[in-house]
């Protein structure tokens, strides 16, 4: 998807209607059309980036600020008791528009389900499993800015809005059925790394 083509590139242009309710040099933020509670507020990067990965690293910082006022502000004027600061990148994590954004999310004391295993079941993983996935991430090298770079352009490639070829589902993510004690010890989750 080009620029022009841009849904929240065409509101920051004012040429796509929208609720502002912030704007400073980096962003802009808007009232999200699926309101998911009260003052659910989509705060938009001016810079087009489709992804995180995408977005200049002194953008980084400054935008971040943006979004910790505006949370500030949406908890305030909600009269809310915390939120959620949400951002997905990529298909598979569940981004539909495909520039860059961040959803704040006031949360109030007497709503639920309240936590994040709403929305991604916990995954059983034994020690070994663990021991194996902190290996790898903390191996993953990201010192000298050339890995950074390196690791960004990976990371670009992979978190496409829309995936190029098909994801092959490898986990069952399906709701736990109940399991015998013998059968959750056998079970081993296949996360294809
Ligand atoms: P996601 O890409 O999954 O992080 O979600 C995109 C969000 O953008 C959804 O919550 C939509 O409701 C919201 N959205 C899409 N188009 C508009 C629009 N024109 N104005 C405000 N919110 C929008
Ligand atoms: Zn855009």
New binding site residues.
């Given amino acids: 998807m080009t620029e022009n083509q841009c ?2 590139c065409g ?1 920051i242009a004012g040429k ?1 209607p ?2 502002k309710v912030y704007e400073d040099s980096y962003v802009i933020a ?5 309101p ?1 509670n009260p003052g ?1 507020t ?1 705060v938009i990067p001016k810079d087009h980036a489709g992804t995180i990965f995408e977005m200049k690293n002194e953008d980084i910082g400054n935008v971040f600020q943006s979004v910790r006022n505006v949370a500030v502000k949406a908890i305030n004027a909600m009269k809310a008791q915390g939120a959620n600061i ?3 990148n990529g298909a598979v994590a ?5 520039h860059v ?1 961040f ?1 704040v999310i006031p949360r109030f004391a007497n709503e639920g389900p309240v936590s994040i295993e709403a929305v991604l079941q916990v995954k059983k993983m034994n020690e070994e499993m663990l021991d194996k996935i902190a290996e790898k991430i903390e191996s993953a090298e990201l010192e000298n800015p050339s890995d950074i770079e390196k690791g960004i352009e990976e990371a670009v490639e992979r978190a496409v809005p829309e995936p190029k070829k098909p994801v092959k589902e490898k986990t069952d993510f399906s709701p736990a059925k109940k399991k015998s004690k013998k059968e959750e010890e056998l079970e081993e989750i296949d996360f294809n790394f």
């Fill in positions: 849904i929240f509101i796509i929208a609720k808007i009232l999200d059309i699926n998911r659910h989509l949400v951002q997905s569940g981004q539909m528009v495909p954004h959803h």
